[in-house]
């Protein structure tokens, strides 16, 4: 994992252990895939690794559209630095210059501001969320200003630790799809529903362990 800056250290809550499931879930992919299999073997003790702050969790994954792991990390560290604490009132208070400076694009520094004033206003109640089903969760944050379906559900998997959430607009994942799964080219978001089929209903885990076959850097929301 890439190291964290000093201010890393101060986004509080610790990462949350092993999802429970997550044993089983790699017995059975590896049972009916043997291409996760392999891949699982690999990962050896690696697992999710999630943290319980939901407005860290949203913020880390509006940091990270649409670019890297690695990038998303350095970015995320500078903020984190310049925040020294990831709350909603505080980051709702930083100029959207500040923001610009820690490597974030105007419009993902609007949406932070964004973000964390619905948060400080109780426009968004994280209490609400792990009573609703995914699609309802979904349906939840989509109407945030930048949140779209692809930040919603990595919320679902790094948050809420929801076992069954395939994010098939995920470029990372359709790579390692078409690297592992013998795609030429691109592989299409309906070729990959139909590959994914098998692994219901664990296909975060399956999603996961394909992220870490392209990059060893755990992801982490």
Known sequence: MARRGAGAELLAPAPIGKPPYWDRACRELSACDPVLAGLIAKVGNGHLVARGDPFVTLCRSIVGQQISVRAAQSVWERFAAKARDVHPERVARMRIATLRACGLSQRKAEYLRDLAGKFAQGTIDPGALPRLDDEAVIDRLVAVRGV?????????????????????????????????????????????????APWRPWRSVATWVLWRSLDPVPVEY
């Open 148 to 196: 779209g379906r692809w930040t919603a559900e990595m919320f679902l998997i790094f948050n809420l630790l929801r076992p069954d959430v395939f994010p098939v607009d995920d470029l990372g994942l359709l790579r390692a799809i078409a690297r592992h799964y013998g795609e030429d080219g691109e592989v299409t978001r309906v070729k990959a529903i139909a590959i994914g």
